[in-house]
C-alpha cells in the first residue's frame, strides 16, 4: 500500500508432521504444497480428536520467545499448519442503512494433518448465525464457537468438521463499525448524491468482514456474489465488468490465487473511463475526467514496468478513486488498485503514487510477503521499483527528486523511532502492525536494494529482479526465504561485489549501514543555498524564483526550514506564496507542519479544515502528533471529535492512539 499506515501481520505455520515442514521452511513447504496435498483425504485415519475446548485454546499464537520465528504469523488465530483454505465463495448484501454485509462465506479447505482439530478461523466483530460443513455440497450444521477477544487480532471462530470435511458455508453480518469497512454518507462523497462503502483489508482487517484464514501465507481464488442497492455498482479485486447492468446483482471471479489482504470490495455511483488498452478507471462520474487525465500515463508504466521486470500477470490493470477519507494514499487491489484523490493534483505531480500501486503487481500481490514481519519485501521492492518505473516515464530528474525525497523520509523515520523498529525484519509480536507503521520498511528496503544495484550494476540487477519475479510468483516467502534466494544467486555471481554480512546487517541491524548510498538530487541542493540567504535575510521571499518549481521542490524547501524561523519570516513566506491557501495537499502540508510547530494563527482555519477533509493519516498522524507536541492538545481533540464521523475506522484508531494515549 502507499505510504500511510501500513503495515502488518502474521500465520501460522503450515506443515508440521504431514508435510515435514520446519518454522524456517515456510515457504519451501508452500512450493510443496500441491504435490503434498495431492494426497486424497480418504486415507487420513478417521479416528480425529473430539472437540472440547481445551484443545482450542492452546492454538493461539505464540508471543513470547525471544525472537520471532521465521514464518510464523502472529496475526492470526488460524490453524495453518492443520487445514488451508484455498477457495472463497461470497454472497453478500450490502445493507447501506444499517450499514453492515450481511451473507456467506464458503470455504474450500485442504487437509493438511491425519488428525480432526477444529477449524480456526480470523474473525472480527462478526455476527456468525450458523455453519454448515461437509464434503462437496452435502454439507451439515456444525457445532461452532467463538474464541477470546484479543485487542489486536479480534475473535478466533472454532468450527467442529465432520470427518473429511473439505467445505465450510459461514453465515454472518458485519458489524457497523467493521474495522476494514467503510461506509459513507452521501455529503462525504463527491457527488454529494449516493452512499459510497470500500474495504480496506491490509494488514488484518479481512476478517473484520469475512471469515477466513487472515494471513498472508494463505492465498485462495474466490468468486463472489455482491447484492447493491439498483443505481450503485460493485466493484471488486477481480475480473471487473464496466459494462456490467446496474440491477443490483454484480458476479465477480479472481482466478488467481491471492492473500487475504487483497480482497477489496468497492460500491458507489461508479462510472468507467478507459485509459488504455489494459488500464482504465472507475470512479464517480464527478471526478472521472480529472482522473482519467491525471493519471493517463499509466499504460506506459504498465508497459515500462513489464519491459523491465517480466509480464503484467494479471490481465487489467484499473484504479477505482476513492472519496477523500480513505485512510491510505491507495491500496494495491490486484486488478483494481485503490486510489486517493488527494493526488489528483492537476499536474500529474503526485503520480508516484500510481506507479508504486502498479509495482505491487510484481512485488506483493504476485511475491507476497510470508507474514507482517516480512512487509519490507513487499513495500522495499517496490518502493525500489517505482522510482524506476519514474525514471522510466518521466526522465532522471523526477527519479532523483523521488529518490531524494524517499532518503529524507527515511532520515525522519529513524530520528522518530527506536532501534527495534528499524529494522526491517520487524518484531510486531504483540502490536497491532497498523500501529507500527513507518517509512522504514519501505525506504530502507528500497535504500538497500539500490545498494545492491549500484554493487553489481543495474543491467545484471535487473536481470536478478526479472528471475525473482519469475522464481517466487504467487508464492508468499519470508526473508529468510530471500536471503537463501540471494545466496544461490546474486551472491554466489558477484562474490567480489557483495558482502554478506552486510546484507544481514541491512535486514536485521537497526539504522542504516556505514557508506550506505544517499541519493540526493541538484534540483533540490541547488534550493539549500537559497533557502539560507532567505534565512539569513539576504534576500527577500519574493526575490526566489519558484515558477519551475514542482511540488517535490517546494515540500524540500518547506521540509529543510529550521526551528528558529521569525513570525515575520512566516508571514512573509505566506503572503508571497499563499501557503496557506495551497491546493496542492503535499505542500499544504508542510506548511501547516510549520505552522503548528510555529503557532501560526493565520493558518489555522485551514489547518482545521484540512484534518477535517482529507482521510489520509500520511497527513494526519504528523499533524495531530506535531500538535500534542506543541501545547495544542484541545484544540487537536476538538478537531478530532469533529472529524471523527468521516474518519476512516483505521484513522481514528491509529490518531486516537496519539491524541488520547491507549
Ligand atoms: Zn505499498
Not at 500529474?348 to 507476497?368: D, F, P, Q, R
Request: proline share 6%; net charge negative; glycine share 6%.
Amino acid at each position: 500500500m502507499l505510504p500511510q499506515l501500513f503495515t502488518p501481520n502474521l500465520g501460522r505455520l503450515i506443515g508440521a508432521g504431514l508435510l515435514a515442514c520446519s518454522l524456517v521452511t515456510l515457504s519451501a513447504c508452500s512450493r510443496n504444497e500441491d504435490a503434498a496435498n495431492s494426497e486424497s483425504t480418504a486415507d487420513i485415519p478417521q479416528s480425529a480428536t473430539e472437540y472440547t475446548p481445551e484443545n482450542l485454546e492452546k492454538d493461539t499464537p505464540l508471543a513470547d520467545s525471544a525472537e520471532p520465528e521465521s514464518g510464523v504469523d502472529y496475526h492470526s488465530f488460524a490453524n495453518t499448519n492443520d487445514y488451508r483454505v484455498k477457495h472463497l465463495d461470497l454472497d453478500l448484501t450490502a445493507d447501506f442503512d444499517n450499514k453492515v454485509l450481511k451473507g456467506e462465506a464458503i470455504l474450500d479447505i485442504k487437509r493438511q494433518t491425519a488428525k480432526n482439530p477444529p477449524l480456526i478461523l480470523d474473525t472480527r466483530e462478526l455476527d456468525v448465525t450458523a455453519v454448515r460443513a461437509g464434503i462437496g455440497d452435502s454439507l451439515q450444521p456444525v457445532k461452532f464457537s467463538m474464541g477470546k477477544k484479543d485487542p489486536h487480532l479480534g475473535t478466533p471462530l472454532k468450527i467442529q468438521l465432520p470427518k473429511g470435511a473439505n467445505r465450510v458455508a459461514i453465515q454472518y453480518q458485519t458489524s457497523p463499525g467493521a474495522s476494514g469497512v467503510q461506509w459513507l454518507e452521501p455529503q462525504q462523497t463527491a457527488g454529494k448524491k449516493h452512499p459510497f462503502l470500500f474495504t480496506q483489508a491490509q494488514a488484518i482487517h479481512a476478517r473484520s468482514f469475512i471469515p477466513l484464514q487472515d494471513s498472508p501465507q494463505v492465498r485462495m481464488t474466490y468468486e463472489a456474489t455482491i447484492r447493491t442497492p439498483q443505481e450503485l455498482r460493485a466493484v471488486m479485486s477481480a475480473n471487473n465488468d464496466p459494462e456490467a447492468e446496474l440491477d443490483g446483482v454484480f458476479e465477480f471471479e479472481m482466478s488467481q490465487a491471492i492473500p487475504s489482504y487483497l480482497i477489496a470490495i468497492g460500491i458507489g455511483n461508479l462510472d468507467f473511463k478507459a485509459m488504455g488498452e489494459r488500464t482504465g478507471v472507475y470512479a464517480e462520474p464527478e471526478l472521472l475526467e480529472a482522473s482519467a487525465k491525471e493519471f493517463e500515463d499509466t499504460e506506459s508504466m504498465l508497459e515500462v514496468t513489464e519491459e523491465n521486470f517480466g509480464p503484467y500477470r494479471w490481465d487489467r490493470y484499473d484504479l477505482l478513486i476513492l472519496p477523500p477519507s480513505f485512510p491510505n494514499g491507495a491500496m494495491e487491489n490486484p486488478r483494481l488498485s485503490f486510489i486517493t484523490p488527494t493526488v489528483i493534483a492537476g499536474d500529474k505531480s503526485l503520480v508516484a503514487l500510481i506507479a508504486h500501486e502498479l509495482a505491487h503487481s510484481w512485488s506483493g500481490n504476485l511475491i507476497t510477503n510470508a507474514s507482517w514481519r516480512d512487509l519490507w519485501l513487499n513495500e522495499g521492492f517496490t518502493t525500489y521499483l517505482t522510482n524506476r518505473i519514474m525514471q522510466f516515464v518521466y526522465g532522471d530528474k523526477r527519479y532523483q527528486m523521488e529518490m531524494a525525497l524517499g532518503y529524507d523520509d527515511l532520515k525522519a523515520d529513524l530520528d522518530d523511532h527506536e532501534d527495534k523498529d528499524e529494522i526491517m525484519a520487524i518484531d510486531l509480536r504483540g502490536r497491532d502492525p497498523d500501529e507500527v507503521f513507518s517509512y522504514i520498511p519501505y525506504e530502507k528496503g528500497s535504500l538497500f536494494l539500490y545498494e545492491l544495484e549500484q554493487n553489481v550494476g543495474r543491467e545484471n540487477f535487473d536481470k536478478f529482479l526479472m528471475e525473482y519475479f519469475n522464481h517466487f510468483a504467487f508464492q508468499s516467502i519470508t526473508t529468510e526465504d530471500f536471503v537463501k534466494y540471494l545466496d544461490e544467486t546474486l551472491l554466489k555471481q558477484y562474490p567480489d561485489q557483495l558482502d554478506r554480512a552486510r546484507i544481514q546487517e541491512w535486514i536485521f541491524e537497526p539504522g542504516i549501514p556505514e557508506g550506505a548510498p544517499h541519493p540526493q538530487s541538484d534540483a533540490f541542493t541547488k534550493l539549500d543555498p537559497v533557502r539560507e540567504q532567505w534565512l539569513n535575510g539576504e534576500i527577500k521571499a519574493g526575490d526566489i524564483d519558484t515558477k519551475d518549481w514542482t511540488f517535490h521542490q517546494w515540500k524540500y524547501f518547506l521540509d529543510g526550514i529550521p526551528e528558529k524561523l521569525s513570525e515575520d519570516q512566516l508571514q512573509e513566506l505566506d503572503e508571497t506564496f499563499d501557503l496557506t491557501q495551497s491546493k496542492s495537499n503535499e505542500i499544504a502540508f508542510s506548511w501547516l507542519m510549520i505552522a503548528v510547530r510555529k503557532d501560526y494563527e493565520p493558518a489555522n482555519a485551514r489547518l482545521e479544515d484540512f484534518l477535517v477533509s482529507i482521510g489520509r493519516n500520511k497527513f494526519l498522524r504528523p499533524l495531530y502528533r506535531n500538535m500534542m507536541e506543541n501545547g495544542k492538545t484541545d484544540e487537536a481533540k476538538r478537531i478530532f471529535e469533529k472529524a471523527k464521523p468521516g474518519y476512516h475506522p483505521l484513522t481514528v484508531k491509529v490518531n486516537s492512539k496519539i491524541i488520547y494515549g491507549d
